[in-house]
């Protein structure tokens, strides 16, 4: 039996739908949620190997349409010229503004995805459908979507919401154990800088959690999509609080970004989480051990802590300044004050980040 939690946003509020089975059912969830009768796939190669011809028979047996478009896998697709080369084959395949898009995959698919669903003819509608634990628990909620350019990640993009997420826990069998891991480093994010409890479950079911136990697994993604989606809520466009989502981000999508993206996003957010607990730790918004007792809880489950030592520190510094949460070339940190408790400033001493950044 499936969870359904909202988040509610007026009149483009969107149910989000979490359970086992759920991918054999997509045409039906569709055919009742949604006014549209053909739907451009949007995937990576892997995904589409593994699930593309189920969704298309799910959406046959619904009395709907469907066509696969597809992209090499990994964060270096994640570009403006994909972009173009799928919008240029969706015209070709004569799709309209009737028709919709569905998200199929990560992170990655559901961010190209969503953004190619914001600018394709001003805009139509998409599913988020996340076949990863990091895009069931984060990315697939919320409306953020996008592409990076050689200046930073997500730097083009756009604020434009779902109008509805599926989420298949079943799919998670097929996931490779680093992919598992990364997205438990934005799980434990959310532990570390909202939920104090949370923090201390995932502390206590850590052996659970790593067999993919389900009941665990369903509560996890259950928790998570329900504090983002009480975040979203309040700010949609991150004016505010929103930002606290970030946390562990800042430098996190820098070390990623100065990796080349060798690192995965989860792996790189568990590093960042690591460095900005040591920030505030040595500029006094948190007490000494905070960073010890996070960096414990990744570790337990497979996640670094440091900064590998061959990464580039001016070129993180620098990735860093492009930041698209920077506003008037100033900074801003989501710092932890304890556990389940951050705060946002640019009021961070110069020395410590060199510290910080000398130190990993």
Known sequence: ????????????????????GIMPRLGQYLRERLHSRRYAIIS???????????????????????????????EASKELATIAQLASTMAQRNFDRADAI???????SGDMAGFLAAIYMRGIP??????????QVDSSVGGKTGVDIPEGKNLIGAFYQPRLVLIDTDVLQTLPQDEFLGGMGEVIKYGASLD??????????????????????NHVIHHCCTLKAKVVEQDEREGGLRRVLNFGHTIGHAVEAASDYSLLHGFAVAIGMCAVTELAERCGYASAGLRREIATLLTVYGLPADIPPKLDRARIRRFMLTDKKSVGRRLFFVLPVELGKVMVTDQ?????????????
């Open 126 to 135: 998409f599913v988020q459908v996340p076949t990863t634990l990091l895009a």
């Open 1 to 20: 039996m499936e969870q359904i939690l909202t988040v509610g946003l007026g009149d483009r509020s969107y149910p989000i739908y979490i359970g086992s």
């Open 348 to 360: 961070i001493d110069a020395t410590a980040l060199d510290k910080v950044l000398a130190a990993s």
């Open 44 to 74: 990576d190669h892997k995904v589409e190997a593994l699930y593309g011809e189920q969704v298309l028979q799910s959406l046959r047996a619904a009395g709907l349409e469907g066509e696969l478009f597809s992209f090499p896998a990994g």
């Open 196 to 217: 104090a409890d949370f923090f201390h479950y995932l502390e206590a079911q850590q052996e659970k959690i790593l067999a993919q136990d389900r009941a665990c697994l």
């Open 102 to 108: 569905v998200a199929l995959g990560g992170g990655v």
